[in-house]
């Protein structure tokens, strides 16, 4: 199930309208323009980036259509003088003169590389830019980071992200939990994105259920059904208190160190969830009680014909406690002859950063699933990708923006990109081309020049050679179906295992080339050669 698009089209700058009626007010309604939306850097240190947000930007698309109140207010927020039939065109706008090509959602993709083309009337597509980059800057951003978490814990590592409560507002925490799945965790504990994008939601219990029980007394219901059917409930809270006695035996953990509350607590939640136990272990002393506590529990679920599913740390030393923890289990396996209860899954979370990761996977551990919040939603060591929305054509013109910072000049002209594979299938260029150029061929001989400042010159063949621009939306529709957010997750990871490792670092990667074609190089001096010549002209 996926929401229909939260983005209303007041949800722009509002010098977008002031520019919207310059153009009106000067009879370029019509005027044709093309718009690209791309970013300039690589994100979070690394040299590759994940394309998201585009299912989101085709719903807003789709249903772009202002209303009377908003046209209304918008007649009370723009000067005086504005005229009458701006709002009236307004009030007709619609996008179904616009044509939306883009990348594939979940694709790889890299600097200066369109992420977005978008084709129409001018006036519309700068209404539309401020809502497109919002949609496709954050998405981009946490799926980026979702995949550099996922290359930093390895494949066998479940990842879960638990970082709603830190996001930035309830859509910034929605759009966290989708864009994570994406960009490869496993689950979600933001139940309202497992119901809108079907993502596994995964939860447990938080300290404050344990500290809200004081005694065993509390625990109201004492029987529990055995999970085999036809069987008489059994004094589950006897049973736990006697395997908790021989637990204690064999771990040598004096009875008096455990805290009946927290037993009570794993009692009461094991009865109420028996099949899909999970304890958080860390309240009051992880060795000296969590784990025992938890142990008589499991045993006595077990007795019954119950697995449990694991149990979670949220404090201390991580690393060293899941070794500790995992001997633990596997001496109440051979003890007790309980076979399963030596692969007990371990959860790990607290303030879990990338850099954790790669420690951890350094390091001998047992840590089967790992918990993720602030530093997977909020993308502390980069705020924002920096997309950008650049006009490249106007009236079939191409139109340049020149600049004493030259990351910032524009490339000119309505365009077609295409990737170029070798002969072990990665990719190893992205060419920029004008869109009446012929593409190029698979063993065909390529000359361009590659975008690093340099203008340096490269010659290259191909062995397989994809375009990668698709039309999504023309003539007011939807021109493919919408992806589901499972089938866009597989792309990511196709897409990612596509690339050549040297690129995919987490620590000093190899950047990836991308070129332009000589054609689009030739122009790009034309016009930056004009625009200077016009610029000084002596009147």
Not at 140 to 151: E, Q
Not at 281 to 308: I, Q, W
Not at 352 to 377: A, F, H, P, Y
């Amino acid at each position: 199930m996926m929401r229909d698009s939260a983005v209303q089209p007041l949800l722009t700058d509002f010098y977008q309208f002031t520019m919207a009626y310059g153009y009106w007010k000067c009879g370029r309604e019509e005027t044709n323009a093309v718009f690209e939306l791309y970013f300039r850097e690589n994100p979070l240190g690394g040299e590759f980036t994940i394309f998201a947000g585009l299912q989101d930007c085709l719903l807003f698309l789709s249903k772009f259509q202002f209303t009377e109140e908003d046209v209304n207010f918008l007649q009370s927020v723009l000067p005086p003088s504005t005229e009458q039939g701006f709002y009236d065109y307004l009030r007709k706008m619609d996008t179904s003169t616009v044509t939306l090509r883009a990348v594939p959602e979940g694709s790889v993709v890299f600097p200066k590389v369109a992420m977005l083309e978008i084709e129409g009337p001018l006036p519309i597509l700068q209404i539309l830019e401020t809502p497109l980059l919002t949609l496709v800057n954050y998405a981009s951003l946490v799926a980026t980071n979702a995949t550099r978490f996922r290359l930093a814990a390895g494949p066998e590592k479940r990842l879960l992200e638990l970082g709603l409560r830190r996001a930035q507002g309830p859509d910034g925490g929605v759009s966290a939990s989708k864009y994570s799945y994406i960009g490869g965790f496993d689950g979600t504990s933001n139940v309202l994105a497992g119901k809108l994008y079907g993502i596994p939601l995964f939860g447990s219990m938080a300290h404050s259920y344990i500290t809200s029980f004081t005694s065993m007394s509390e625990v109201k219901v004492q029987t529990l059904k055995p999970a085999s059917e036809g069987q008489a409930a059994v004094d589950f809270v006897s049973l736990c208190e006697t395997w908790l006695v021989r637990v204690c035996c064999l771990l040598q953990v004096p009875w008096d160190q455990i805290n009946s509350s927290e037993l009570a607590a794993f009692v009461s939640y094991a009865m109420t969830y028996p099949a899909n136990f999970i304890a958080l272990v860390d309240t009051y002393s992880v060795m000296r009680s969590g784990v025992p506590n938890f142990c008589a529990v499991s045993l006595s679920l077990h007795e019954m014909g119950y697995k449990t599913q694991g149990l979670r740390l949220d404090s201390g030393d991580l690393v060293q406690q899941s070794l500790k923890i995992r001997s633990t289990l596997q001496a109440c396996a051979k003890e007790f002859g309980v076979s399963w209860f030596s692969e007990i899954p371990i959860i790990i979370s607290n303030g879990v950063s990338e850099k954790d990761l790669i420690n951890l996977r350094n390091q001998r551990n047992e840590v089967d699933s790992i918990g993720v919040g602030t530093n997977l939603v909020t993308c502390p060591l980069q705020p924002s990708l920096g997309c950008v929305y650049k006009l490249t054509q106007i009236c079939g013109k191409p139109r340049i923006k020149l600049t004493e910072d030259k990351e910032k000049m524009t490339l000119p002209g309505k365009k077609t990109v295409c990737r170029l594979y070798g002969l072990d299938g990665s990719p190893f260029l992205d060419l920029l081309m004008l869109d009446d150029e012929p593409a190029p061929k698979a063993g065909q001989e390529i000359q361009c020049h590659v975008l690093n400042g340099r203008a340096e010159y490269l010659q290259v063949t191909a062995a397989r050679v994809e375009a990668l621009h698709r039309v999504y939306y023309q003539h007011g529709r939807l021109s493919q179906s919408l992806c589901t957010t499972s089938e866009i997750k597989s792309h990511v990871q196709n897409s990612l295992n596509n690339l050549h490792l040297k690129h995919k670092h987490l620590q000093d990667p190899v950047p990836y080339q991308v070129a332009m074609s000589l054609k689009l190089r030739d122009l790009l001096n034309d016009l930056t050669k004009e625009s200077k010549s016009i610029a000084f002209c002596p009147e």
